[in-house]
């Protein structure tokens, strides 16, 4: 059995039938067609032998899971497909659900966490620090933080030496507006289509996808928010002309920004 993080998430490969999980509904008819010719099975890649065993699994079930997060959590908190998986076990870079069926988990978390599942090193670190100190805060000292702060700016290009700390990307994407803001004294922001910076009122205008955008006063949207193209990589090779280049970058600053 085989996943990939493609799209949306883990592809399973246990059966023929199984790969509709990863296509939407006008997608299941030809990508499955035209990735595998004929539908041949033989071409379906396997994964590497393993000999480790997750433990045995007495949990609930995933139609209980899933009753539970229907009655508990917001219908926005959506899931893969029809059958969703249930994952109860991780070892490295392998993922397994409440059947023991293995896969390989190319989505990282939303390709948030690249450290795989319960690598030891990591297990090591998590239960020394609970040892010791489970949460403080920037208010008071306490060499981690600064320890890894040092540790990040060391891997920065250039005068890029100072770390701010945030919950997430939303979040980090609101301060980088801020500061930006009040260090140039402009407002003006360009975002790139198709892109998601978060989901809070600010982060939201600067987004460029339908799914991710609703019908409210967003904060940024007082301020111009200019949406451009991304650098098409076709254009430049079959061109010749090198680098990928924005042309419409370029016609906004040197147009629109002005005004």
């Not at 999980?21 to 032998?49: G, M, W």
């Amino acid at each position: 059995m085989l996943s990939f993080g493609i799209g949306s998430g883990l592809w399973e490969f246990k059966h023929f039938q199984s790969w509709q999980r990863a296509y939407s509904l006008p997608a299941q008819n030809t990508n499955a067609a035209i990735c595998f010719p004929e539908n041949n099975i033989d071409v379906i890649p396997k994964l590497p032998f393993s000999n480790y065993v997750p433990p045995l699994y007495t949990g609930p079930t995933a139609n209980e899971v899933l009753k539970k997060r229907k009655e508990f959590l917001s219908p926005s908190t959506y899931y893969f497909y029809e059958k969703p998986v249930n994952l109860v076990h991780g070892k490295m870079q392998y993922v397994f659900d409440d059947d023991g069926h293995r896969y390989l988990d190319a989505f990282g978390g939303i390709a948030t966490v690249g450290c795989g599942h319960c690598h030891p090193d990591v297990v090591k670190a998590v239960i020394n620090q609970t040892k010791n100190l489970q949460h403080s805060t920037v208010l008071y000292l306490n060499h981690a933080i600064a320890d890894f702060a040092e540790a990040l700016a060391s891997k920065l290009p250039g005068d890029l030496k100072v770390v701010f700390f945030t919950n997430s990307g939303t979040e980090a994407n609101e301060l980088a507006v801020t500061m930006a803001r009040l260090y140039t004294g402009c407002h003006d922001i360009i975002s790139l289509r198709n892109a998601y910076h978060g989901n809070e009122a600010g982060t939201m205008a600067a987004t460029a996808l339908c799914n991710w955008k609703f019908n409210l006063v967003q904060m940024i949207i007082v301020d111009p928010c200019t949406f451009i193209s991304y650098p098409s990589l076709e254009r430049a090779f079959f061109m010749d002309i090198g680098i990928p280049k924005c042309d419409s970058l370029d016609y906004v600053l040197e147009y629109k920004i002005k005004e």
